[in-house]
């Protein structure tokens, strides 16, 4: 009987490993503690078993074939690059998170949903309201953020805000269209389009504004400390446990493509004290803001 269980346990080593039954395979573009937070905040309402793919350390991962091996009954993207591997993948629920690509993406894969980067517009009209900014500039590509500016500017209509806007299709386009904001508005609005917004011309804007004395308003508070005044952020936690209401929703039965692509439920408003400080700027406003965690 040892000589039977010893070969047992020796053929059991020799077999290669297999990966285990799960119900949601997590694809994420890099291993970051946001993605942390949403994957914890997701947790808290849909415990699945999981599986976790990180693609900058497994760049030759065949996504396709993975999904057809171990039937996971549910997919979440974690950022642009994990949303492009999916690409091959048809008939699996996606719901693709903190990705800038997921509302064109979505026009073409119908098993695919998600929240996207843009927080409800009524959040920023908070914002400018808060801070008594009338005119606000904006540098955006029509093709990738003009849904979103067609929404704000029907939030807009009552409030007494106005959005100037200047259409780019190039970086370089968008730090030529700064010279014609000059004296024109009250506040630069900075947003999460791949086009207006890279590093170069993201230092632009900030210099910019720094120029004018104006402040901006921007996406995310990493920005801050680059002289950005305020910041809407997503509740990462909070788009977790929305994001585990969709699954709930899709493992149920729902098709994807009933489920459109939302915008994130919860944010949290964030200022720089010193830039609002030198503009003259009371945060008092902005403090309501940032407690209502809207």
Known sequence: MRIILSSIVALTLLLPVTVQAYDLLVLESRHEAAYDELLAGFASRLPLSRRIITLSTYEDADINRIVREDHPRLII???????????????????ALMALGIHARHTVQANLTGICMFVPPER?????HAMKTHRVGVILD???SGWYLQQTQAAARHTGIELVVRDVSSPREALERLSGLVHRVDALWLLPDTTAMTRATAEAY??????????????ASAYLGYGGAVAVDIDRFGMGQQAA?????????????????????LT?????????????????????????GR
């Open 124 to 128: 920023y009209l908070a914002v400018f």
């Open 245 to 265: 209401d969709m699954g709930t929703a899709l493992l149920a039965g729902t098709p994807p493509g009933a489920i459109p692509v939302r915008l994130p439920r």
């Open 142 to 144: 029509p093709a990738k």
């Open 268 to 292: 949290r408003v964030r200022y720089n004290r010193s830039v609002l400080k030198h503009l003259a700027i009371p945060v008092e406003p902005l403090d309501r803001l940032s407690r209502t």
């Open 77 to 95: 993207t974690l950022g642009d690059t994990a949303l492009v591997a999916v690409r091959p993948v048809r008939q699996t629920p996606i719901i």
């Open 206 to 219: 900030f210099r910019f504004a720094q120029e004018q004395d104006l402040p901006t308003v921007i996406f």
